[in-house]
């Protein structure tokens, strides 16, 4: 007995592939896709499946389409997140333990040995290319390497070679966030949160205290005219301190932040902020005032004291709003500096009051303050008694006055907060001086992507935009670490390249590994790979049998057609490496097209190895079975889509696979006579052809599975319903079955080979030629003759449970000629609603008054409700409805078991009878 076992079916199908998937040039047209490579710090969970089972599916497509497909994979093991997990695990950390232990299931012998980073990450590759096997993903393993391969670090130095020639390497100081613990900047995955925060400039405003400064940050220098008190938090302590030599009041972690940016530092006491309420300070543009308590100030922001500007900033007037109504300070006046259209006197009261908002933490008040501040920037003038300046203008020239004059200081914060590093600490702003940077910010090389962009096919098309955006955002990104695994920093051995900025190009090493690889590193000069990915030719090149051999390999793969990724990518990884490629490489060579993926959800909630809410990938596989967790993560969304795991749902579609392996066991062997129900059969399995073809060349695999099995599915269903008794269908099922097995070997490849060699194919699914559909197959009549069939078959079952009785007799009664006639008129008009009256003019049709303007009404509700690929052919081919009903009798007296008769409505006593319309049969159930 042939049983459904999909873990033999696994083990047949992995014997027969070992090595079906390594591919090379060859005179077929090629295609080539790649997927961000994983790096391999924790096991996979379901998530990571999707991301290497989407390519999976589109490069098994076109394999079978004919293409010399290759699909390669390598593992990214630059950097510091897993030096941090060695640290951790060498302290016996309970999280990270509890995590590697139960989670990731590492074995305790194993996990002694991850105090070594590089064991970490060599552990999980290996586990990363064991689970991907076990998930049948086509992947030639000849190629795979890892970032810190003696050869992939020559190919990085030759890579940085070309950047640093065309300038796009640069030193300098810039702000970075950075992690103190780690004495390390930090990139956005070595974040715990905090990944969309930004560096912004502060202007610090010197107040004047006694022999002390008290500086405040601001984004609007300019609203130092409107100052009418600083506010400080009366809980917080803090400290006295010399910043360069002069005496400064700053929170404490003032002095920590602003220790990293460029200034020396030297805490000499604590102040209780307390104790500075009701004191003054005073600021030459803005004279003497005092200071107020305020809880809302938070000593990790800035400086951590502010200044107050009641007329122009909402926070500020309601603060102060709420301490005079409690009678306090009511001789502080809002002053008003700017003149804005569209706003009062005093712009902060005006929007607070017309907002209706009526305390500090109305959830509104971030909104509304943006909104001052955008309109004052764009629209706002200062007062002529302070200039008459463009606010835009004002703003830059009153900082440089204050720098100039009145000992103003840069200091560097983030916009939003909390930023926390992986490693718990808190992160902050530094200055990083001899930083090596990659100078994104260049509007020229900006404009060579830009130009590109537009050159590629990108899927879905809405994500052009976020493209777009992030290119003209991107700033000078900090491409070098002191701590890490990788490649040297060619002009400083002292620095690591950091991993976003090593895995830019590495889609053309892949064309190279497999023979690079027995190349002794040292050989590997620039001029080497000079002349395989630019075909400059030097002299005394080595090995040039082998280099000839990987030219060959990258003239005939590259560019790559399609890169795979997550969506949280566009921000960084995609768009770098098309920085990378229009620098490196010709324009024939740049990269064709993009796929970016949703994200993943487990039970309604985001997935994270962090939070455990993951259900690992290989548990996947060996609770359900790797085509059922293939096809449940291919079919429950489009790529682009996120798509949420419930195990649940996951066993449905177990049942469904074994479905289709029980349906194609029986019916392979079938052969009895064609009917027209098999013409109707195979005609229907062109469209489904057709669809199914088209929706993964569009990489719709969602689509795709809804064609090519449940669409299969429900027409062999309903085959079987019409089929004569006593018959097992004809030998068109064993045709119908080879079809349907390779539409589906993208999705459920190891019970795809099992039924495969059940049908006696030639070969393996996984190259079999792909189905094409034949037009000459395509019988319209007989689709719309079953359409009809299976309309009347509902109908009469709806009437049957509302009527409730035994029926004795089924009567179907079809509509006369002239009813016809409207119908196609009907259907045949553009303007459906006028058509009416041009029916009406024909003698005949007003003769007949009444009967035929409620025909036509009826006939046009119809032809709304009846889905398009039924009207539209009705329209081409008329179908006489007797025929089909004769033809049908005897299945629908076997269907509801009861004599049925075939009338003309005309020649009918049945009132009903007059209901009849075309393609809707009056039934009268006796
Ligand atoms: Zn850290």
Redesign the pocket.
């Known amino acids: 007995m042939n049983a459904f076992d999909p873990g033999k079916f696994e083990e047949e199908a992995q014997e027969r592939w070992t090595h079906a998937f390594e591919s090379n040039p060859s005179k077929l047209e090629k295609c080539y896709l790649t997927v961000a490579y994983p790096y391999p710090s924790g096991a996979m969970h379901v998530g990571h499946g999707r991301t290497y089972i989407v390519p999976d599916v589109i490069a098994r497509f076109w394999r079978m389409r004919g293409k010399q497909v290759l699909y390669p994979m390598a593992f990214h093991v630059t950097g510091a997140p897993v030096i ?1 997990i060695s640290k951790r695990i060498a302290k016996n950390d309970p999280q990270t333990i509890h995590l590697y232990r139960d989670l990731y299931k590492v074995p305790q012998n194993v996990l002694e040995e991850f105090t070594d980073p590089l064991t970490i990450v060599r552990h999980f590759a290996s586990e990363y290319q064991r689970v991907m096997t076990a998930c049948g993903i086509s992947i030639d393993w000849r190629r795979k390497f890892t970032t810190v391969d003696p050869t992939y670090s020559k190919f990085i130095e030759w890579q940085w070679k070309h950047l640093f020639e065309a300038g796009h390497v640069i030193k300098g100081a810039h702000p970075v966030r950075y ?4 004495d ?1 900047p ?1 990139g956005d995955h ?1 974040l715990l949160e905090g990944d969309n925060a930004e560096v912004i400039k502060f202007t610090l405003v010197m107040f004047q205290h006694g022999d002390a400064f008290i500086p405040t940050a601001t984004l609007r220098p300019e609203t130092i005219y409107g100052v009418t008190n600083l506010w400080v938090n009366p809980n917080v302590t803090y400290v006295r301190a010399l910043v360069d030599g002069s005496a400064w009041i700053i929170s404490q972690e003032a002095a920590e932040k602003l220790a990293l940016q460029d200034h020396t530092v030297e805490v000499q006491e604590e102040i209780a902020g307390q104790d500075l309420i009701d004191k003054s300070v005073s600021h030459p543009l803005c004279g003497k005032v005092p200071i107020l308590p305020a809880d809302f100030v938070d000593p990790d922001m800035a400086s951590g004291l502010v200044m107050s500007v009641p007329a122009h900033a909402p926070f500020d007037y309601i603060a102060l709003r709420d301490l005079q109504r409690a009678g306090k300070y009511t001789q502080i006046k809002p002053v008003p500096l700017i003149k804005v259209e569209g706003y009062g006197e005093i712009p902060a009261q005006d929007a607070v009051d017309k907002a209706g908002i009526t305390h500090q933490m109305d959830s509104r008040m971030d909104a509304l303050t943006q909104e001052i501040y955008s309109a004052e920037f764009s629209k706002g003038k200062l007062f002529d008694r302070y200039g008459g300046k463009p606010v835009r203008v004002a703003r830059d020239d009153i900082a440089a006055l204050m720098i100039g004059k009145f000992a103003s200081e840069i200091m560097y914060e983030f916009d939003t907060r909390p930023v926390v ?5 808190r ?1 902050k702003v530094k200055i990083l001086h001899d930083q090596w940077f990659l100078k994104y910010s260049d509007p020229a090389w900006k404009k060579q992507v830009s130009d590109h962009l537009g050159d590629m096919a990108l899927v879905p098309p809405e994500v052009r935009l976020e493209f777009d955006r992030t290119v003209d955002w991107l700033k000078d990104w900090a491409c070098t670490r002191r701590v890490g695994l990788g490649t040297r920093f060619p002009w400083d051995t002292t620095q690591l390249i950091e991993p976003l900025s090593d895995s830019t190009i590495y889609m053309a090493y892949y064309t190279i590994a497999h023979i690079i690889r027995d190349i002794d590193p040292r050989l590997l000069t620039p001029e080497v790979f000079d002349y395989i990915f630019l075909g400059k030719e030097s002299i005394e090149l080595p090995e040039k049998k082998k280099l000839e051999a990987m030219r060959k390999e990258f003239l005939y793969w590259y560019p790559y057609n399609f890169r795979f990724s997550a969506k949280d990518l566009i921000s960084n990884h995609l768009t770098f490496q098309l920085f990378h490629h229009v620098t490196i490489f010709p324009k024939d060579k740049l990269p064709k097209g993009m796929v970016v993926f949703g994200m993943g959800l487990l039970n309604g909630a985001k997935m994270s190895s962090s939070k455990g809410n993951v259900f690992l990938l290989e548990d996947a596989v060996s609770d359900f079975g790797a085509d059922t967790v293939r096809m449940f993560l291919m079919g429950s969304a489009e790529p682009w889509q996120d798509f949420d795991w419930r195990n649940e749902l996951v066993i449905s579609t177990r049942k469904q696979i074994e479905r289709l392996f029980n349906t194609v066991l029986e019916s392979k062997d079938a052969d009895g006579e064609p009917h027209d129900i098999d013409r109707w059969l195979i005609s229907r399995l062109q469209s489904h052809i057709e669809r199914t073809t088209e929706a993964l060349t569009n990489f719709q695999t969602r689509q795709a599975l809804q064609e090519a099995y449940f669409g299969i599915e429900s027409d062999l269903k309903w085959y079987r319903r019409r089929l004569a008794e006593n018959s097992d269908g004809s030998r068109e099922l064993h045709t119908l079955c080879s079809v349907w097995i390779r539409l589906l070997a993208p999705f459920i490849p190891f019970t795809g080979e099992h039924l495969w060699k059940e049908l006696a194919g030639e070969g393996l699914v996984s190259f079999a030629p792909w189905p094409v559909a034949n037009k000459k197959l395509i019988n319209t009549r007989i689709e719309l003759a079953e359409e009809l069939i299976s309309r009347t078959v509902e109908d009469i079952e709806s009437i049957r449970k509302l009527i409730q009785m035994t029926p004795k007799s089924i009567t179907i009664s079809l509509a006369p000629v002239w009813k016809h006639e409207i119908f196609l008129l009907i259907a045949k008009s553009n303007d459906r609603n006028t058509v009416i009256k041009e029916i009406m003019k024909d003698d005949a049709m007003r003769k007949r008054g009444r009967e035929a303007t409620d025909a036509a009404k009826q006939c046009t509700t119809l032809i709304h409700r009846l889905p398009p690929h039924v009207v539209e052919p009705l329209v081409r081919e008329q179908i006489n409805e007797k025929a089909v009903f004769e033809a049908a009798k005897i299945f629908l007296e076997k269907e509801f078991g009861v004599p049925v008769h075939i009338t003309d409505a005309e020649s009918s006593e049945h009132a009903k009878a007059a209901t009849a319309l075309p393609f809707k049969p009056a039934i009268i159930i006796e």
Do not use: A, H
Request: charged share 20%; with cysteine.
């Open positions: 941090g992690c103190t613990v780690d390390n930090v070595d590093c992986r490693c718990g600490n992160v």
